[in-house]
């Protein structure tokens, strides 16, 4: 049997979200456009000025960056829709992302299990592997959604319950769109594991911080 939820719901607290028990409303549109348009576009403008008339150069740079963040929008969409299409919950595809789960196994099971489901993520290079202590540290190699993440799986437990708690962000850490990395690093981490130990994996009901 396994369950899934922040510290707040192991301990029975209730759901902040508005959309239900665990649920994340999808990150807001404008906040993708403005948060990568507007940087794109100050930055165009600033390498113009000096060069060319000022109208001209802030004109280049609100066009450009105008461009660049509706493109930035669109990638965001597709990755939205590349999560759904693995089965994976996109959530608020923030570029940090966390999620814990408690899992019916011992310790020792369920490292084992996560070491072979972290392996498993594509272009993953595992730098710290601890039974002892539980820490699972990896790096991803870049790819064309991003430069690569930084992943960290908590293994603890003392009885018949073991969570396992990971973490994923980008390598860059100026990044403010990782298109969905992270989210996927997580989603299919949980579902490898539950593949690992043979155990179905439950609906997605929350997702972190």
């Not at 994976?88 to 490292?111: C, F, H, N």
Request: charged letters at 20%; hydrophobic letters at 40%.
């Amino acid at each position: 049997m396994c369950t899934r939820g922040s510290d707040r719901a192991f301990l029975g607290g209730p759901s902040t979200s508005p959309l239900g028990a665990g649920a994340v409303s999808r990150v807001s549109g404008a906040r993708v456009f403005l948060g990568t348009a507007v940087p794109f576009g100050v930055a165009m403008c600033v390498a113009r000025v000096g060069h060319y008339p000022l109208a001209y150069s802030i004109g280049t740079g609100l066009v450009m960056g105008s461009i660049f963040g509706g493109l930035m929008l669109w990638l965001q969409r597709r990755a939205e829709s590349r999560l759904e299409a693995e089965g994976l919950d996109p959530g608020d595809l923030e570029p940090m992302q966390e999620r814990s789960e408690e899992i019916r196994a011992d310790l020792a099971s369920v490292y084992q299990a996560s070491r072979g489901a972290l392996l498993k993520l594509r272009k993953l290079r595992l730098v710290k592997d601890d039974p002892v202590t539980g820490q699972l540290d990896a790096k991803t190699g870049s790819t064309f959604w991003s430069w690569g993440e930084i992943i960290s799986v908590r293994v603890t437990g003392d009885g018949p319950d073991t969570t396992v708690h990971i973490s994923s962000r980008p390598k860059l850490i100026t990044t403010t769109v990782d298109h969905g990395k992270s989210a996927e690093n997580v989603g299919l981490f949980f579902k490898y594991l539950h593949s690992e130990l043979g155990a179905p994996a439950p609906n997605n009901r929350w997702r972190g911080p």
